[in-house]
């Protein structure tokens, strides 16, 4: 118990220091940005608020300015499930990718997450 309480003071805080200190996103012009807007439209960010690894990903989301939407899969119940059954476990961050034609990807791990959305939009 004393040790959820301390991760999670530290997480929020961690949490609070990234949107103190978040850097400026990257510029586009807005033809680009609708671009990249409809291509991102198909990811989703399964993430705990206070996780370090998904507040890495976030901090990597914002700074291409990519519009990703993210879910609480510790507070969301559905969420948390789809992460389960769809994706296989529940661990965070998980990026998940719908592709039209193809099965979805589900993409684990802060540093494949980071390195992918680098390479398609950075």
């Given at each position: 118990m004393l040790?959820?309480?301390?991760?999670?003071?530290?997480?929020?805080?961690?949490?609070?220091?990234?949107?103190?200190?978040?850097?400026?996103?990257?510029?586009?012009?807005?033809?680009?940005?609708a671009q990249v807007n409809a291509q991102t439209a198909n990811?989703?960010?399964?993430?705990?608020?206070?996780?370090?690894?998904?507040?890495?990903?976030?901090?990597?989301i914002h700074k291409l300015g990519l519009?990703?939407?993210?879910?609480?899969a510790m507070n969301d119940a559905q969420a948390r499930n789809e992460l389960q059954q769809m994706g296989g476990k529940v661990q965070v961050p998980c990026l998940r990718i719908l592709e039209e034609g193809k099965d979805d990807t589900w993409m684990y791990e802060s540093g494949d997450i980071i390195q992918y959305l680098q390479k398609r939009f950075g």
């Open positions: 040790l959820k309480i301390i991760r999670n003071v530290l997480g929020y805080g961690i949490a609070a220091a990234d949107k103190l200190t978040r850097p400026k996103a990257m510029a586009r012009s807005p033809e680009q940005q990811m989703t960010l399964y993430q705990f608020k206070a996780c370090p690894f998904c507040i890495k990903a976030r901090r990597a519009n990703i939407q993210t879910v609480d």
